[in-house]
Nanobody, 125 residues
Framework: QLRIVESGGGLVQPGGSLRLSCAAS????????VGWFRQAPGKEREGVSC??????????YYADSVKGRFTISRDSANNTVYLEMNSLKPEDTAVYYC????????????????RGQGTQVTISS
C-alpha cells in the first residue's frame, strides 16, 4: 500500500523559496499521478499543481496563481515528488498537501486515494 509524507514547509520572507517533498513508501510513485493542494485559514482547499504518472506522459500542470513560480518534479530514485516554490508571496501561506493516484484534470488531481498529513508554509516578513 502506498504511504506518502510531506515535508519541507516553514517560515520564509516574501520573495523567498522553499522546496516541499512528497515522499512515498510501499509502491513507486512513478505509477501514480501526484497532485499538490493547499488550504489557507478560512478558505477552501485548492489545487496547486499536478503531474501525470511517468507511465503516462509525465506532464505537469499549474494553477495560474503559481505558474512561473512553482515547479513540480519527480525523483524516481528517492520515490519523491517535489514542489519547488520560488518568489513566494504572503498569499501562498497555507497548509500544503500531497496526494496520489487518480488523474490530473489540468492542475487538479481528482479521485486521489492516498493523501499526506500536510506541511505548513508561512510567508511573512
Amino acid at each position: 500500500q502506498l504511504r506518502i509524507v510531506e515535508s519541507g514547509g516553514g517560515l520564509v520572507q516574501p520573495g523567498g523559496s522553499l522546496r516541499l517533498s512528497c515522499a512515498a513508501s510501499g509502491v513507486s510513485l512513478d505509477y501514480y499521478a501526484v497532485g499538490w493542494f493547499r488550504q489557507a485559514p478560512g478558505k477552501e482547499r485548492e489545487g496547486v499543481s499536478c503531474i501525470q504518472s511517468s507511465v503516462n506522459d509525465g506532464r505537469a500542470y499549474y494553477a495560474d496563481s503559481v505558474k512561473g513560480r512553482f515547479t513540480i518534479s519527480r525523483d524516481s530514485a528517492n520515490n519523491t515528488v517535489y514542489l519547488e516554490m520560488n518568489s513566494l508571496k504572503p498569499e501562498d501561506t497555507a497548509v500544503y498537501y500531497c496526494a496520489a493516484d487518480g488523474y490530473c484534470s489540468g492542475y487538479v488531481l481528482f479521485r486521489a486515494d492516498y493523501r499526506g498529513q500536510g506541511t505548513q508554509v508561512t510567508i511573512s516578513s
